[in-house]
């Protein structure tokens, strides 16, 4: 039985759609910095697009963080099945029993 229900998603131009409302929302609050009047703490929050350049380089700054973190975070694919059941060697082999000599 195939599914063939389509869903909002699977047409292209419906993402196309998509990203040119969020490229509009993005431009509209751009052109707000200008209209806006914005109660500031320091200096350098006056400057003309400040907010998105920081989250910009904020979400920038996040991603290669994690890609460094995960080098030392990142687990094996059977880490959690070697947890449950030590018997199962790295190569997928069970090591006691009569069954299952590859899993």
């Given amino acids: ?10 047409d292209p131009k419906n993402v196309k ?7 509009v929302c993005c431009i509209v609050l751009l052109l707000l910095d200008f209209v806006i009047h914005r109660h ?4 350098w929050e006056e400057l003309w697009g400040f907010y998105p350049l920081y989250g910009f380089v904020g ?3 996040l991603v290669f963080v994690a890609k460094w973190m995960r080098t030392f975070l990142m ?9 449950e059941n030590p018997d199962i060697k790295p190569d997928n082999q069970v090591t ?3 069954h ?3 899993a």
């Avoid at 195939?2 to 869903?7: G, V």
């Avoid at 759609?17 to 490229?23: A, D, E, H, K, V």
């Avoid at 687990?75 to 947890?83: A, G, M, P, Q, S």
């Fill in 1 to 10: 039985m195939e599914n063939n229900k389509k869903y909002l998603f699977d």
């Fill in 40 to 43: 500031t703490y320091h200096s």
């Fill in 75 to 83: 687990r094996d694919e059977d880490y959690y099945d070697k947890l």
């Fill in 59 to 61: 979400c920038v700054v």
């Fill in 96 to 98: 006691k029993g009569d």
């Fill in 17 to 23: 759609r998509l990203l040119n409302g969020f490229y």
């Fill in 100 to 102: 299952n000599v590859d």
